[in-house]
């Protein structure tokens, strides 16, 4: 048996640095089943090729297609004193604007209509706009942020929690638009899962492989691109400033946390909805509202509002307090547990929405035209704007800070 030996120089290896960790490794080649994660912190780096663009864009034409239908027509409705009230999305997001709270509706208007058609354009932005020769950076970079503020998914579980509130009152039967709507979500969550942000890159803007020291090598947070930063210090694939650290991360992280705190009391006390029936004002809380719900035998329905509203926030919060004081106090011990905890309220954290999207349709349903009326109570404001102050908070913090303590002590990662 022969054995044929190589002649030429050695492939030049692939080096990357882990965007949460920042440990510089070696990164081969991957198949389009496979999935790369960081040797220390077992983060994410990169997955194989999963579904190309013309794909995609076969994908997003058919959620635009479904868009007019499915936010406009009824998704549920209801029979209440012999007339029949329908609720679309559409309908919920303007009663709450139109009832003086046009912020709020904003919120649920951005999360179920502007961040998925954002998607959908964005995705034939970058197909058409290579061909005219446009500028697809921007682009790229948002598709890599806007993940986590599609919440379609979490609208379509508070329609179920709104139809198990509503059914005391009347019945409810289901409207045109829901299967319209069940089936944008489930592209749309397709789309996500098939988005490869790091093999667009690759396409439209290939970068040669970095030469020298493998250790001078930084990493840009915006595209995730391991290099050297050009003349002016920007990333030569994204044109985005390259740091070492995340520019004033513990100052943007520590005010929005202070402000969601804050925000946080009143939205606990003061009552996030208003019921009128028979001539009397019901108000509830967030927390009163789930012991509404489990004593009238939805358990678990006031589980699940339990969890989302009142557990998430706080979790939250603990979570996020803990993470920047062991910063702060340099701490070198559990950092495994605690960037496994960052990716935890990281991904729970778009579920503490529910509640503004329950208000939404209820206020659809039951508007103020009727003997039974529901209104929005002043809670929800304070209540929606510390969700998006945690996520927010999540985002700014350079999770690398965290490693940076254990950086400056050992050369090797034990832990």
Known sequence: MKIRTMSGPLPHPRYQRCSEC????????????????????????????????????????????????????????????????????????????????????????FCTVGAPLTLACSILYLHFG???????????????????????????IGMGVACIKVKEYADIDTGPALVAYIMMTLLVTLTLINLNIEQLWDEFYPQRRPKGVPESLV???????????????????????????????????????????????????????IIYANGQQLKDTIFSGVVSLATSGNVPIAAIVFIASVLVPFTKVIVLLTLLLSIHFKAHQGLKTRIRLLRLVTWIGRWSMLD?????????????????AFTMGPAAFYFGSAVILTILAVEWLDSRLIWDAHATRHTEYTD
Request: glycine share 4%.
């Open 356 to 372: 503004l999207f329950v208000i939404s349709l209820m206020m659809s349903l039951v508007n103020r035209d009727q003997l039974l």
């Open 219 to 273: 990493l840009c947070l915006a595209c995730k691109f391991t290099g050297h930063p050009d003349a002016r210090g920007r990333c030569p694939r994204c044109h985005v400033p390259m740091p070492l650290r995340y520019k004033h991360s513990l100052q943007k992280t520590w005010a929005a946390l202070i402000s969601a705190m804050v925000l946080l009391i009143p939205a606990n006390v003061l009552p996030i909805s």
């Open 130 to 156: 290579s061909k005219l020769g446009m500028n697809l950076k921007p682009v790229l970079l948002m598709l890599d942020r806007l993940k986590d503020w599609v919440m379609l998914d979490i609208y379509l």
């Open 22 to 109: 920042d440990y510089l490794f070696t990164l081969p080649a991957l198949r389009r089943t496979q999935t790369a994660h960081c040797p220390r912190c077992n983060s994410k780096v990169e997955k194989g090729k999963v579904c190309s663009l013309p794909r995609l864009i076969v994908i997003a034409i058919s959620i635009l297609v479904l868009m007019p239908f499915a936010y406009t027509e009824p998704l549920i409705s209801i029979r209440l004193l012999g007339t029949r009230i329908n609720a679309s999305l559409f309908e919920g997001i303007w009663q709450m604007s139109s009832q003086g709270s046009p912020l709020t509706a904003s919120m649920v208007a």
